[in-house]
């Protein structure tokens, strides 16, 4: 963890060609570089940061214009010394630099991401307070042990109650398939010592098939006859020292299973030395981790693959949080999964949970803003305008919410509307390209065509070019 994120040095060269793009990595005394060429089209990309600790892969972020963070569309894959496109990109035409990378994007991935709240992908600089993750994502708050280091003044995960406990690991490596924030709240505000669910709630599959996933590590050891039988007290630190890194990683974790598994085993069975991860917990490809395995954490006696989840697989919270978020964090799961899906059953019941409580969240502008996108799929325009205007007024600060009343407005027709709620999203989050692009294509469908052009050759200047970007000749 305390190599998940770090400053670009000097790294490996090596060559992309994919899906139409070239990309060719070079460093250089003023920094580490990336070329894109797509074409006659080209530019230079100075690589701010590397993301991972380096194990499997290491990705690449660039800061374009004022504390914007994009992802490279390579990563470096260390099992086989060679560049390749990073997982996402895999399909993509024409890979380029201008995935944003959100708040979420980087929780687990550095220590304190700046971000600024209502924008899509911008950091206050120096972007990152803690660049890799740091003792207080596990331990919470320093400062009492700092003023007094002694046993107590700091929290220790195994201490806490399961809930608790598992909480700090959960914050990482249990995705699920969506993560609801509570009112007010934000996924950054979790602080070790309490429940995940008093900050958000994770949803997750009912029915837990489909395929093998890397960020699921804690669902797929609560899916093992090991942590089903050992009354909550099998954890992710039974078996794993965040602190230290086994030199000899067969015999320690062989050792950690014979602290459990002490009876004699079967004449059939290998020799009491032998690898138990090789049989028990094997490396398997990963479906979202690009060209690498990940360890299989279900701890199967017979290792077996299963069939892929239905898109109308049921989901539910892995913890449910307090009553009265209940209904609130299930309907938003619904629609936000319903939406992922292009399920409208999904939208129709999520809706449908967030109108039974629609009384206790009057101010809450992300309950509004759901209810919104559940009419707007519906079509349901005049209605999701009202919801969006709503949260627009209890958060009139929101780029992204400015989009979601632009997105009502064209659905709507009035793209007169549309195009200011669109540059009032602009004027919050200046490089939020999505919004910009559709800004653009709507000047141009209604024959404005010089300021399609100044905001054509202000995106491009944005993202083809930055401020050192004239130190790479």
């Not at 139409?20 to 797509?38: E, R």
């Not at 992908?121 to 207080?136: K, L, S, V």
Request: aromatic share 8%; net charge negative.
């Amino acid at each position: 963890m305390a190599h998940s994120l770090r400053r670009a040095e000097h790294e490996p060269d090596g060559t992309v060609t994919a899906n139409g793009a070239t990309i060719t990595m070079h460093s250089l005394p003023t920094g580490y570089w990336q070329h894109w060429q797509d074409g006659s089209e080209q530019a230079d990309y100075r690589v701010g940061y590397v993301i991972g600790s380096g194990n499997h892969a290491s990705g690449y972020l660039v800061n374009l214009g004022s504390g914007y963070i994009f992802q490279s569309p390579v990563a470096y894959y260390h099992s086989r010394q060679s560049y390749a496109l990073a997982p996402g990109f895999e399909h993509q035409q024409d890979p380029d630099f201008t995935r944003p990378i959100s708040e979420e994007c980087l929780l687990c991935h550095s220590g304190t991401a700046l971000h600024v709240p209502g924008t899509l992908n911008q950091y206050r600089e120096p972007i990152f307070a803690h660049q890799a993750i740091t003792c207080e994502r596990c331990h919470g708050p320093s400062e009492r042990h700092i003023e007094k280091p002694v046993p107590g003044s700091i929290v220790n995960p195994a201490k806490l109650v399961p809930p608790a406990r598992d909480s700090i690991c959960e914050q990482c490596h249990l995705f699920g398939v969506a993560r609801v924030a509570n009112p007010g709240k934000s996924l950054s505000d979790f602080v070790p010592g309490q429940r995940l669910e008093d900050t958000f709630t994770i949803y997750h599959n009912a029915n837990p098939t489909g395929a093998f996933k890397v960020i699921s590590q804690v669902e797929q050891l609560a899916l093992s006859r090991c942590a089903r039988q050992s009354g909550g007290r099998l954890w992710c630190g039974t078996c794993h020292d965040p602190h230290d890194k086994p030199l000899e990683p067969v015999q320690y974790y062989r050792s950690r299973c014979l602290t459990c598994h002490t009876a004699t085993f079967p004449a059939s069975h290998l020799a009491r030395e032998s690898n138990c991860l090789e049989c028990h917990m094997p490396r398997r490809p990963a479906s979202d981790g690009g060209h690498t395995a990940f360890t299989d954490h279900r701890i199967q006696r017979r290792p077996e693959t299963r069939p892929d989840s239905s898109e109308n697989t049921e989901i539910a919270a892995w913890r449910e949080p307090s009553p009265e978020l209940q209904t609130r964090n299930l309907g938003i799961a619904h629609i936000e999964v319903g939406l992922q899906r292009r399920s409208p059953t999904f939208i129709g019941q999520g809706y449908r949970e967030l109108t039974e409580v629609q009384q206790q969240f009057a101010n809450d502008s992300q309950f509004f803003k759901w209810i919104g996108e559940a009419l707007l799929a519906a079509k349901q325009t005049s209605e999701a305008r009202i919801a969006f205007d709503r949260a627009l007024q209890l958060d009139p600060k929101s780029a992204v919410i400015e989009t979601k009343v632009a997105a009502a407005d064209l659905q709507a027709g009035d793209k007169a509307d549309a195009m200011a709620h669109l540059q009032r999203a602009i004027a919050l989050d200046p490089l939020d390209l999505p919004t910009s692009s559709t800004l653009l294509g709507l000047y141009q469908s209604e024959g404005r065509l010089t300021v399609a052009s100044e905001l054509a050759s202000k995106i491009a200047a944005a993202v083809r070019q930055q401020p050192e970007a004239a130190l790479c000749s």
